[in-house]
């Protein structure tokens, strides 16, 4: 039977890729999304013509707007991805972080209560409001620590991560509290199409194309576990009809990688796709930056949980799923001018123009 979703932050990177999913599936979906620099409703292309797909452009914080949505649309549930998502970003500034992430979050889940009691028991039984998170508010690994598992203490590190923390602390309470059937994913860093190129992958991209410098923060040894967008939605489209009430599900890709590898990876890619025409390597312009100020060194995820209960598999394999990310980013030029308009090239150069601090990698082409 088909379900109504309201997504929110449903025009961002992985939002996106979940309606879409999910519009395939025959649900019906709305899309609440402010629209910030990060959400372009060209993400939303495939689905935006069809009729089991609507819009309100809108805050997560706006209770009058929210109320109008929950009332017309009468949601089976809602997925919270509406969130400022970057890191760097918290640390130039935090305010827009603790006035999306918490102050929004809590605002969404105090009209979604206020809405839900109202409703038919059956209905009200029903209704799942499934908060979307990240393995950052764990904190950060050593290199032989256990992955992170549904019963890792809470020790953000970033103003983004201690704002993320503190929205599933608020989705947490909202369940003890007042039985709003809450659910609550963690996921590490996802990569594929259409992820804002502030963003490591898909900035060293477009950078190594444009020849520019490829910034690695530190040393470039810091670890990721990167799972693909589409596993996953996958994942959360089951903790969404399966989850149960009030727990927390890990979602991981099983694929540490530091960041250098990563970027070499690209390279590698970009080496043999497009070739430079002076036979050098992309990995010439690798450029070590100063150090993120609280850089994480390690995030590694247990996904024991939402694979025994759910049967979640991640179905893509890193080398193909990242080659076919890179090439998706060379293909779609139309999509990376939209997005990299004059707000993005400010951020780059707030966030990049002190190459000063840099030193040039010695290179092993
Ligand atoms: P994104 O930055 O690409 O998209 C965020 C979306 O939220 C944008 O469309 C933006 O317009 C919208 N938004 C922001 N503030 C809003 C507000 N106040 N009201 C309504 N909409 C608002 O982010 P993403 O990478 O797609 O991440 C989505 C969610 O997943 C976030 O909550 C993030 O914390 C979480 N997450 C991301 C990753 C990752 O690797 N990207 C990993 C784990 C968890
Ligand atoms: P990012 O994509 O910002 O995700 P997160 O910080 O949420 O993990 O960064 C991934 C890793 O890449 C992180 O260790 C920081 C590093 N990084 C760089 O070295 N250079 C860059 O320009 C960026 C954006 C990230």
């Given amino acids: 039977m088909s379900r109504n979703i309201l997504v929110t932050g449903g025009a961002g990177f992985i939002g996106s890729c979940f309606v879409v999913q999910q519009v395939e599936a025959r649900n019906n979906v709305l899309v609440l999304d402010k629209l910030t620099y990060a959400g372009h409703l060209v993400n939303l292309e495939p689905c935006l013509h069809s009729s089991k797909f609507s819009f309100a452009p809108g805050d997560i914080g706006d209770a009058e707007l929210v109320a109008r949505c929950l009332k017309e649309f009468r949601p089976d549930a809602i997925v919270n991805f509406a969130a400022e998502s970057h890191v760097d970003r918290s640390i130039h500034s935090a305010e827009d972080f603790v006035r999306t992430n918490v102050l929004g979050t809590e605002q969404l889940l105090r009209t979604t209560k206020d809405w839900w009691q109202g409703l038919e028991p059956e209905a009200k039984k029903k209704f799942r409001f499934l908060h979307i998170s990240t393995d950052e508010v764990y904190g950060s690994l050593d290199k032989n620590s256990a992955p992170f598992t549904e019963n890792s203490p809470y020790a953000p590190n970033s103003p983004y991560s201690a704002s993320k923390a503190s929205s599933d602390f608020f989705v947490r309470s909202y369940f003890k509290t007042y039985g709003l059937p809450t659910l609550i994913s963690n996921c590490s860093n996802n990569y594929g199409p259409r992820q804002y190129p502030e963003k490591l992958i898909p900035l060293m991209v477009l950078n190594a194309v444009s020849n520019k410098p490829l910034p690695i923060y530190g040393t470039g040894l810091n670890i990721r576990d990167w799972i693909y967008v589409e596993d996953h939605c996958e994942a959360l489209d089951l903790i969404l ?84 990310t890179v090439l998706w980013y060379l ?27 840099s030193k040039s990698m010695e290179q092993k082409d």
């Avoid at 293909?331 to 400010?346: F, L």
Wanted: some cysteine; overall charge negative.
């Fill in 241 to 324: 009809s399966k989850g149960r009430m009030g727990e927390s599900y890990n979602i991981g890709g099983e694929c540490e990688k530091s960041n250098l590898e990563i970027v070499y990876f690209i390279c590698e890619i970009l080496d043999e796709v497009i070739p430079k025409s002076d036979g050098t390597s992309y990995s010439r312009q690798i450029k070590f930056v100063a150090d993120r100020p609280g850089h994480d060194f390690r995030y590694a995820i247990d996904s024991t949980r939402v694979k025994k209960e759910l049967g979640w598999t991640s179905r893509h394999c890193f080398p193909e799923a990242l080659r076919k």
């Fill in 331 to 357: 293909d779609n030029s139309e999509w990376t001018k939209q997005v990299m308009d004059e707000d993005y090239r400010k951020w780059l150069h707030q966030q990049y123009q002190d190459f000063d601090s």
